[in-house]
């Protein structure tokens, strides 16, 4: 058994590689050096695994408090995967390849093993990624965004009579305009998201085709996905697939095909939004 853990800025997620398959495992929010009591309360009842694979963007302190735990509980030392020039046919565009985040990469190769044809991948977290991947397996780069935490973060932040009307505003259902501080702000934030989204997806299709798929991922993708004007396919587990990639690549472990993995309501496709909110 193999354990596999996608350490972000403000969620781990995990999964398990038994006996040759992908097996999802949960989600926990988390701060940096504070996650002793979440793992344990997570994995404390798991065997002892093989190896840990770690694909890591939180920082050096997440990275720090991960070593402890595994060490302590099952004398191991994870394997942490950054991004290469080129992995399985898949050319990273970065001049200096580790540079590009090891989300951002594992999200390019699971993409590729789940699809053909040129891609555009979106990963809506902390920060909003778009990656494009061409037909001949070159990454051709990317942007990174402010995520929608970000964006609202920012406002409150710097306006303090937003902050102020934020705390007492309603929020629901967002409309197409708000009627409060609060669902203006909301339905701003999710109005540039999604523009942002459909603007580069309309680029990218004039420079790489209409037959440009689109996949998104990151824990703001269920509630933008419905509101983009084109169809995309929606894969909560991208990066973690695309480290299983990699971990069966290089130990004992296989797994079977990924597409199986991605037959479940998990995997959303979504028509054009008739009312983008």
Not at 13 to 21: N, P, Q, T, Y
Request: hydrophobic fraction near 45%; charge should be negative.
């Amino acid at each position: 058994m193999i354990l596999l853990l996608d350490a972000g800025n403000s969620r781990l997620k995990w999964a398990l590689l038994r006996h040759g398959h992908f097996e999802r495992g949960g989600v926990f929010e988390h701060s940096g050096e504070a996650i002793k009591e979440l793992a344990s309360a997570a994995w404390a009842e798991l065997d002892i695994p093989e190896s840990v694979w770690v694909a890591n963007v939180g920082g050096e302190p997440l990275r720090r408090a991960l070593n402890s735990w595994v060490r302590r509980h099952w004398k191991l030392t994870p394997e942490y995967v950054v991004a290469d020039a080129e992995l399985f046919g898949i050319h990273n565009a970065y001049a200096e390849p580790a540079r590009l985040g090891v989300d951002r990469w594992l999200a390019l190769l699971a993409a590729r093993e789940l699809f053909k044809g040129p891609m555009c991948i979106v990963d809506c977290g902390t920060a909003l990624t778009i990656d494009a991947l061409g037909l001949d397996n070159r990454h051709l780069g990317g942007l990174i965004i402010p995520g929608l935490q970000l964006m609202r973060d920012a406002l409150v932040g710097r306006a303090e009579s937003i902050r102020e009307q934020m705390q007492v505003a309603s929020h629901e259902q967002v409309r197409l305009l708000g009627a409060d501080t609060g669902s203006a702000v909301v339905g701003g934030t999710l109005y540039a998201q999604v523009a942002v989204i459909d603007r580069v997806l309309a680029d990218l299709r004039a420079e790489l085709g209409a037959g440009l798929r689109c996949v998104l991922t990151g824990g703001d993708a269920p509630g933008l996905l419905p509101l983009l004007a084109t169809r995309a396919h929606y894969e909560a587990d991208l990066v973690l697939l695309g480290l299983a990639r990699i971990a069966r690549s290089r130990t004992t472990e296989t797994v079977r095909p990924v597409e199986a993995e991605v037959s479940t309501p998990a995997e959303i496709i979504a028509p054009a939004a008739e009312n983008p909110l």
